[in-house]
């Protein structure tokens, strides 16, 4: 059951939420950078993008009538080429698990979780993930929610909004983020 839900209808909406919750001390980490195209939308609202992905898979692609297959190298090359352009996103090829124990407890911003959209790899990264989003005020947010495609996302992110009593703010995009309580915030 969800907690309460606030929608929002544009691509737009991603970058005023960017805007609102960024700024030149912000940092935010992203878990399944793929090429960049959300880090690169969102790098001039924070200080830091940290950018987590394997980098390893291929996948399809739209291009207008028909799919494209791009490799790993390819996808990776993509995201490299796009950051070049851009001093504040790290790079950090491997899975999120290799690298969670490199953020301090409270250091990030807005976590954002596009990996594997599976129930119990959604989940499990909010887990691993929650003790790094600052609170108050920090973000767990995400991409897929409400997708069609990837309805597995959608119940995992429900239950964790439920648990800790927080509104799940959507986009027409499919993203989702619901802002963190303070510890001692009901």
């Known amino acids: 059951m969800v907690y309460a839900r606030m929608r ?7 970058l005023m939420f960017l805007k609102h919750v960024g700024g030149p001390d912000k940092v935010m980490v992203e878990i399944g950078s793929y090429a960049g195209e959300f880090a690169e939308m969102a790098s001039p609202f924070f200080k830091t993008i940290h950018c987590i992905d394997p980098w390893g898979r ?3 692609e ?3 009538p028909k799919k494209i297959r791009k490799t790993g190298a390819q996808i990776e090359a993509a995201w490299d080429e796009r950051a070049a352009l851009y001093d504040n996103m790290v790079k950090h090829k491997g899975y999120d698990h290799q690298y969670v124990g490199e ?3 409270g250091s990030i ?3 954002y979780i596009d990996s594997l959209h599976t129930f119990n790899a959604c989940g499990l990264t909010a887990l691993r993930w929650w003790t790094k989003i600052r609170k108050p005020g920090g973000y767990l947010a995400g991409h897929d929610y409400r997708h069609p495609q990837v309805m597995a996302v959608t119940p995992v992110i429900n239950i964790f909004a439920s648990m800790i009593r927080r509104p799940i703010f959507t986009t027409g995009d499919y993203s989702w983020a619901i802002e ?3 510890e001692n915030d009901d």
């Open 58 to 60: 291929e996948a399809m």
């Open 109 to 111: 911003d807005v976590l």
């Open 103 to 105: 953020f301090a407890d």
């Open 180 to 182: 963190l309580p303070g």
């Open 62 to 64: 739209d291009s207008g």
């Open 8 to 14: 929002c209808n544009h691509r737009e909406d991603t």
